[in-house]
Each structure stands twice: as C-alpha cells, then as structure tokens.
C-alpha cells in the first residue's frame, strides 16, 4: 500500500460513519500485518473500535515512544526473571538490556516485564520449599493473562532458576506467539577458584570446609551442576527454543551478553517471518530433550517438567519414555552430581550443539529451531573439544542413561530415580522400610540415630497435593550423607533436587494423599528395587493391601489460607507433570 494511500485510509477511518470504520479499519489492520509484521497488536491499532484505538496509542505515547514506531514496527515483550534475591538470577536486568538492543536493532519496539525468580535453595528444608513448584504454575498463567490483555508481537524469555525455566516455556507453548529463550547460564563455584581441587562433586572431598565450597556460588548464575536449573536450560535449547549454544554459555562472561543482543535481534525476525512455537515444540521435540536430559546426567525434576510443558501443546509424553530412551542413550557426561566436573566444563567442550553431534546415531534431525535451522544441521557442524567431557556413544560414562521411571505394585503410575548418581553397590536393594508421613518428622527420627543400615526410609504426605506443594528433600539425603548412614535409602512421593545422590526414588504415584500403596505401608514392611529392572515392589499381597486400604483415611495437614489451599484441589498427579487440571476448585 503506497504511503499516500496510508494516510488517506487513517484520514478516512477518522472521519467516517461507524459502519464504514469497521470495513476500512480491517484493511488498515491487514496492511498492518502484511507489511509490518504486527500480526498481534495491529489490533490496538486498527481494530473495529478506531476511537479506542486512537487512545490506546495516545496511553502508550506516554512512555516516550513516538505514535509512528508503535504503528510499524513489531512489539517485543521481554519477559524477564531479575530479581536481587537469587544469584542465578541477579545479572538477568543487565541480559535484559542487551536483548533489548537487539530488538531495537532489527526493527522491533521491547517492552521489559517481569515474574517472580524464587530459588530453590533458599526453600530447602524449610517450609518455603512447599511455595516453589506451585509458583511454576502461576507465572505461566501471569505471562499468558499479562501478554493476552496487552497484544504484543513476540516475546524473549531470560530465566535460568529452577521453576522459572518450565514456567516460561509453559507459558510460550501456550500462547504460542513467536518467542525465543535466553538462558541465564551456569555460575562457577568456590571450588574452581581454589588450587588443588579440581572436581566440583562434594562426594571427592572429606572435610565440612571442602564440601561447602562445592555449592559456594562465586559468580552470578545457575548452580553450576546439573540440577534442575542447568537442565532445563540445557533441555529449552536441545528443543529448539535458544539459539545454539547459548545455554551453556557461562552467565559472567560477555559471550551471554552478545547471545543476549543476538537473541533480541533474532526475535524481531521470528515475528517478521511468523515462525511459533508450535512448528518447534513438536513430539520429536520432546524425544530430544529426553535424550539430552538422559545423556548428561539431568535432574529428575525434568521428569514432572517435559510433561507439563509438553501438556501446552497437547502432546501426551508418558514419563515411560525415558525407560525407552534409557536402552538406547547412555549417560555421556560425567557432570556433578553424577561426576567430577561442571557445567563449564560442558560449555568449554562445546555444549549442546557438541552433545547433539554425538547423539547423531539416534536424534530427530529433522526439527526445527529458533534459529531457523535443523537440529541436525547445527549438530553437524558442532565439534566436541573434550572427549572427556562430552563422551561418544560409543566409549560413554555410563551405559545406560541417567534417569530410570521405575514401577511395581508400589508405584503402579511409577516413580523415578536418577541412576547415574546411584552407588553400584545400591543398584539392586531389599530392606525394612521406617515410615515417616513427613519431612521434618524423617529429619527427627534420622538425627535421633533411629535409622539401622539396610534400611528404606519413607517420607510420604509430601506430594503435590499431600504437602501441599511436592516439596524436594535435600535436607534428607544431605543428612543421611552428612551422618554417614550406610545402605540406607530413601522413598518418597516429594521430589529431589538436582544435587541428590544416592538410591533416591521420588515421584511415587499415586501419592499418599491420593491413598496411592506407599500410604498403606507400615514400619518393617519388605521392599525390594531393581533399578536396572525399573522395579520396585513392597512385599505385599494384593488382599493385604485391599485390607489396609479399606481402612486408611488421608493426613490432612495445615495449610495457610492462601493459594496453597487452592492448589491442593487443582494440581494432579506428577506422573503427569503436577499440573493444575481439576475441574473442582470448590
């Protein structure tokens, strides 16, 4: 439409009857679209109620943006996690500021807006850690209600935390507007920074001092092993969803930075060329995130976050794929807490793009990415600059991969155990299980020297809807480490951070809230785990858990007025991702 033309219709659409604004303002909005590239807030612009229009443009000249750039050029909402209260997530403003540049730089209009970045560690062992994995919930749901009332044109996600990561590509998956994610990136820990010590997995060293400096964070950024921060941020580029290589990039260096600038640029062309999450996020997708998360030692956690990210494009991952998966992607990178070395480690051997190159033999080539490009492409052009690091198939770290979902009449929905960080010598386990309906109640007991070896201490009434919240037990596994506790492992309907080790097995499904078999055990009840067989069993007939069940009734447990009670009601199984999908809020 030539420019004289423009203005004659804008004249038009402010002079005319009603009838005629609505037939001239839908060409105006189409010419907004196709030439511009506003395929969303061409709507404030031109849509039937032309006067509103007017004012909405006049509301957002307030904020200093002249009328003509908010009229043609894209708007990009940088969604960001900042906040000064999480070192993972401190230096996201200044990110910020370089994808903004990008935006501006290509053609595009950023608007920065803002979610909670709440941190794990901060929560752990206390009740605080209840809150966390609820709040992945809400700021998917903040991100949708605030991108839908605001009509933007695309968006950039910087998160690097733990329920951040999902939260976003939730939302992104939902909305399904052209986004891109800038990952915050891993941190390095004190341990780096001290001469002698060369591995970062708190198992290699013996004294308090040394182990403390293994989660000392020096720098700002993500924990620097694999935990759940790390993984996800290595499973959003793995999918597609960052340009190559910019996960692993460390969150200090000025490398982020220009990723940051690249990936606002980047942005503005997604809109222009209406590249969605949809064409990325497909099943075979979610094959390669599993892969990726199987073959470096990824935490557990991605086993509830995969399914609830791929629940927003209406894919169905049933958690039994990383049993499959398992048989034909070992584990090939020795990263804490499943070895000695770090996510710096992993980005200096050439990071994802790296990893994807030796997952060759057995990856979906063929999806696309943010990039523009094949996985398959930018895996072969990668090259792996530490075969130590990044191991192939054919000589790996481990031989099968790093998560197992287990199951038997004591997880019928199954539970999971992250493998590679288990002992050789606690693959295959038979005990006793002590029963504890909760978390501080299993503390108290195992700091009263209750706890013989050979023993399976259960902790239930900690799943989503029994904790409130499907807490993450590190203060147990870390005292039961600290303690010295010998063939002792844990069982649990809660979650584990990425940090655990040992025979460790969360996600028990049903939970005992649910009156799933794991509430009906009783102190001296036989367990049994297979972890190479993915099974676990207690040692009970069918008849006798009838009986049991037919006389249980659920823990209730306290919960502040607030939005956890509204949780309980709505949030589902974590064999399906713990996602809110009850009808009944009542």
Known sequence: MPEDRKQGLQTRVMSTGLDAVKKLS????????????????ASIHAGGDVSMGVVRLAILEGLGIPQKELRTKPLIGVVNS??????????LGELAKSVKN?????????????????????????????????????????????VRSQWLDGLVFLSSCD????????????????????????????????PGMESIEHHTYKSLKDKVKTTTCMTCGACELLTTANTMQLLIESMGMALPGAAATPAFTSKKRTIAWETGAR????????LRPSCILTEKAFENAVMVALAIGGSTNCVLHLPAIARERDINLDIRLFNRFGKLVPTLCPI????????????????VPALLKELNPVLNKDCLTVSGETIGRIAKRAKVFDSAVIRSMKRPYKKEGAIAILSGNLAPEGCVVKSSAVPEDLLFFEGEVMVFDGEFEALEGIAEGKIPPNTAIVVRYEGPRGGPGM?????????????????????????FSGASSG????????????????????????????????????????????????????????????????????????????????????
């Open 26 to 41: 839908k060409a105006y909005h189409g010419y907004l679209q196709k030439k511009y590239s506003k395929w969303q807030s």
């Open 82 to 91: 900042w906040c000064e209260l999480n070192p993972g997530h401190v230096h």
């Open 102 to 146: 990008g935006i501006l730089s290509a053609g595009g209009v950023p608007f920065e807006l803002n979610v909670p970045g709440p941190c794990d560690g901060i929560g752990n062992g206390n009740e605080g850690m209840r809150f966390l994995l609820p709040q992945r919930d809400i700021i998917a749901d903040m991100i949708e209600m605030y």
């Open 163 to 194: 329920k951040i990561n999902p939260a976003m590509m939730m939302a992104a998956a939902r909305l399904d507007l052209p986004s891109i994610f800038i990952p915050g990136g891993p941190n390095m820990m004190a341990v780096r920074f001290t």
């Open 267 to 274: 942005a503005v062309e997604l809109v222009r060329e209406n």
């Open 336 to 351: 804490a807490p499943s070895g000695p070395r770090g996510v710096v480690d992993f980005y200096s051997a050439g990071g």
């Open 471 to 495: 807490p993450e037990l590190l203060s147990i596994t870390t005292t039961i480490e600290v303690l010295g506790l010998k063939r002792v492992v844990l069982i649990t309907d809660a979650r």
């Open 503 to 586: 025979l460790a097995i969360g996600h028990v499904s049903p939970e005992a809230y649910e009156g799933g078999p794991i509430a009906l055990l009783r102190d001296g009840d036989r367990v049994s785990i297979d972890v190479p067989g993915k099974s676990i069993k207690v040692k009970l007939s069918d008849e006798e858990l009838e009986k049991r069940k037919a006389q249980w009734a659920p823990r209730e447990r306290d919960i502040p007025k607030g939005y956890l009670r509204r949780y309980r009601e709505m949030v589902g199984s974590a064999s399906r991702g713990a996602v809110l999908e009850r009808l009944n809020t009542a």
